[in-house]
């Protein structure tokens, strides 16, 4: 079998570090001796460790599995709900040692960087409007209640989701967890 290109090794590595160490913790040679290629190598790739942070974000947003968000086979409070518990499984999975890589970029480098601001941004927007599409379908089954403006839900739901990464990894337990789905899906949505 071929090996990746050392550019999808850089991106892996990088994703890998940034989450781990955060942006400005992860050097280009810890990011490069992870992939397993010479550091040389990373500037034929990429103009600079920010212009890589904005593809690692992008990967990132690949593997949280939004589109679950927008399938119609599935009912869209069980969407929501499933979406959230693959993300918390995951922080679980990993020690409750990692976040949401937007949310830590967002509180570490977006006042630094310009682009990786815009970069955080977009994510947050494109996550928050394929809740916003699955809150909305819940309200038309009736399955949501209806005074609650989607897309003003879904900003919400981001931010207390970001809130309870931040407590969760403070209290290193899942209490927070807890109280996140008890108040999302038994009070704050329940029609």
């Known amino acids: 079998m071929a090996r990746r290109s050392m550019r999808e090794e850089i991106v892996d590595a990088a994703l890998a570090q940034f989450h781990e160490k955060g942006f400005n913790a992860a050097a280009v040679k810890d990011i490069t001796d992870r992939a397993g290629v010479p550091k040389g190598s990373f500037y034929n790739h990429f103009a600079s460790k920010e212009a890589l942070a904005i593809v ?12 679950d968000l927008a399938d119609p086979a599935v009912a869209p409070t069980e969407r929501i709900r499933k979406h959230f518990e693959f993300l918390r499984d995951e922080v679980v999975r ?3 040692a990692r976040g949401c890589l937007l949310g830590n970029f967002g509180t570490e480098i977006v ?10 941004n977009q994510g947050l927007g494109y996550w928050s409007g ?7 379908d819940g309200q038309k089954a009736g399955e949501i209640r209806t005074d609650l403006g989607p897309d ?11 809130g309870t990464l931040i407590q969760a990894r403070a209290d290193k337990s899942q209490a927070a967890f ?13 029609p």
């Open 56 to 67: 690692a974000l992008e990967r990132y947003g690949e593997q949280r599995r939004l589109m």
């Open 94 to 96: 990993f020690g409750i």
């Open 111 to 120: 006042d630094h960087s310009d682009p990786i601001r815009v970069a955080v």
């Open 130 to 136: 394929l809740l916003a599409s699955a809150i909305a």
């Open 152 to 162: 003003q839900t879904a900003r919400y739901l981001l931010s207390a989701w970001e």
């Open 178 to 190: 807890e109280v996140f789905f008890a108040l999302t899906f038994d009070s704050l949505l329940k």
